[in-house]
């Protein structure tokens, strides 16, 4: 036992000074190797090698950045790979797809404004700043970062942007074709330069005319590449690479699929007499046979001849794991990355696709297009000859059309719980009924012309029935539930004048008494 046990204590106490970084014998530092890694929780033990690299598997593991891609790399992966592709455009596409509206007090001046939104131009022969937002982001996951640059009548582009400078157009850049000169006179605490010099001339921008996408992730003293994040690709990396290795591999195996298989009597005597020629010989001729005349000729005593199929079990599931994996790393839901409809029971897939679009909105969306746009369009507002003549609109915000679209079965649930409830609330005496009817409306139970709109707005906001007073105060509802005024208030308004018992319902339940006999 004593042996044993000072071979243990001479192999851990090697160890020990190996995971040191010292030298056993001199205890001097030894070459700058990757010290011997430990199990970074739970126990170890020298005698049995737990928790020590050199005897314990687990304990070796360790991460490192899968791949580095070049720009290059990238762009062929892009265009030859239409799962690689559409990891990058699904989501981009997605935000903008159903579009978005600056709201403003004035109508007239949304319509200019959207009308200059997509006439803004982003590339030759291109218009459209939602458009432009798209590339922005889509170029952010291809490349690990882009930039709109905020191209004015101001041809120093050094100076910073000044308010009143003409707009003139944007262009969408990668981070491939931007390097920073300095940080002079930029945000050292924020690691940002000043200026962006493009790559391959002399031309510079300040920092104030480019709106970045994918800096800024990690603090200043752990970033790497500039600054910039990482293509999407390397955080799917080993995931796409299963899916290609599998892609790859599924036609060599179907060409397997069917195997000839030739019984030949005494065919291992025949090779140990070396009689293997005339083994090829037999085969050859019973293939031009077949070749010919459509048969195979065979010996009866003791050949054979068969087609068997190889065993493809599992395959499918193989493939259909591969994908998982990669939309796992996306985000991105499996029906929509792949185009097939949900399996399982019951499956609808339409809780992925609201938690795929919730997160669009408020990473995307919210997140990161709508500081962007917002900073275009004060550019623009602030332009004598832009949309809004130099004036910045006091109160504008910026919707987006949601991305979740209801089918006709949802649309007429919801229809169908706002009539009753609308219905509820005249029954009630709450609401009357021609507001009732121009809030649903609003709500898009239905659509009338304008003709038919106005008239409802009219018997809504005769008199003392207008619905601005309806909405903030019952002032309308007691001269209606009055004996006194009721007939003349009920034909103005053009609803049925309400009985006693529905009179003193009213007053007993808003005034807990009962009705004047006038106001």
């Known amino acids: 036992m004593g042996l044993f046990t000072d071979i243990a204590d001479a192999i851990g106490a090697r160890l020990d000074a190996y995971r040191s970084g010292r030298d056993y014998t001199t205890g001097s530092a030894t070459s700058p190797s990757r010290p011997l890694p430990t199990v970074a929780q739970g126990w170890s033990n020298v005698q049995t090698g737990q928790g020590y690299a050199a005897t314990d598997k687990g304990a070796s593991s360790y991460f490192a950045q899968p791949v580095t891609l070049s720009e290059h790399e990238i762009v062929q992966l892009y265009e030859g790979d239409g799962l690689a592709a559409r990891i990058i455009d699904l989501p981009a596409q997605e935000a903008v797809r159903q579009g978005v509206r600056v709201v403003t007090d004035d109508a007239t001046l949304a319509d200019e404004i959207d009308d200059w939104m997509a006439s803004l131009e982003y590339a030759d022969g291109h218009h459209g700043l939602l458009q432009a937002l798209e590339r922005w982001e889509r170029w952010r996951d291809l490349f690990g970062g882009s930039a709109l640059v905020l191209i004015t009548d101001e041809p120093d582009t050094r100076k910073p942007l000044r308010p009143g400078e003409r707009l003139t157009r944007v262009r969408c850049l990668s981070r491939h074709q931007l390097q920073h000169t300095d940080l002079r006179g930029g945000d050292p605490m924020a690691g940002e330069p000043a200026h962006w010099q493009l790559v391959g001339t002399p031309r510079v921008f300040h920092r104030s005319r480019l709106i970045f996408n994918g800096r800024g992730e990690m603090p200043v003293h752990l970033r790497q590449r500039q600054g910039w994040s990482v293509p999407a690709y390397v955080q799917c990396w080993q995931a796409l690479v299963g899916c290609g290795t599998v892609d790859s591999a599924v036609p060599t195996i179907m060409s397997m699929f069917l195997t000839p298989v030739q019984s030949v009597k005494g065919f291992a005597k025949l090779l140990r007499e070396g009689k293997i020629a005339d083994v090829f010989a037999l085969l050859g001729h019973e293939q031009l046979m077949q070749s010919m005349h459509k048969v195979r000729v065979i010996d009866a005593d003791g050949e054979d001849y068969k087609i068997q199929t190889t065993s493809v079990a599992g395959l499918a599931e193989i493939m259909d794991r591969m994908p998982e994996r990669v939309a796992a790393a996306r985000g991105i839901p499996l029906t929509l990355l792949q185009g097939r409809s949900p399996g399982g029971l019951n499956a609808t897939g339409e809780s992925d696709a609201r938690f795929f679009y919730d997160s669009i909105k408020a990473k995307i969306q919210e997140g990161r297009m709508t500081p ?96 601005d007073i309806l909405q903030q105060t019952r002032l309308a509802l007691d001269a209606l539930h009055t004996p006194a005024t009721a007939p003349r208030l009920a034909e103005i308004i053009g609803v049925p004048v309400p009985d006693q018992a529905q009179i003193d319902a009213y007053w007993l339940r808003v005034k807990g008494g009962a009705p004047p006999a006038a106001l």
């Open 372 to 467: 962007a746009l917002r900073r275009v369009l004060d550019v623009a507002f602030a332009d004598a000859s832009g949309p809004t003549g130099g004036k910045i609109p006091q109160r504008y915000k910026i919707e987006w059309a949601p991305l979740y679209q209801e089918d006709a079965a949802q649309t007429a649930a919801r229809r169908q719980v706002l009539v009753e409830t609308y219905a509820r609330a005249i029954e009630s005496g709450t609401v009357l009924p021609a507001e009732a009817t121009l809030m649903l409306e609003d709500a898009g139970v239905f659509v009338r012309d304008d003709e038919a709109r106005a008239i409802a707005a009219e018997q809504g906001a005769s008199g003392l029935t207008s619905l």
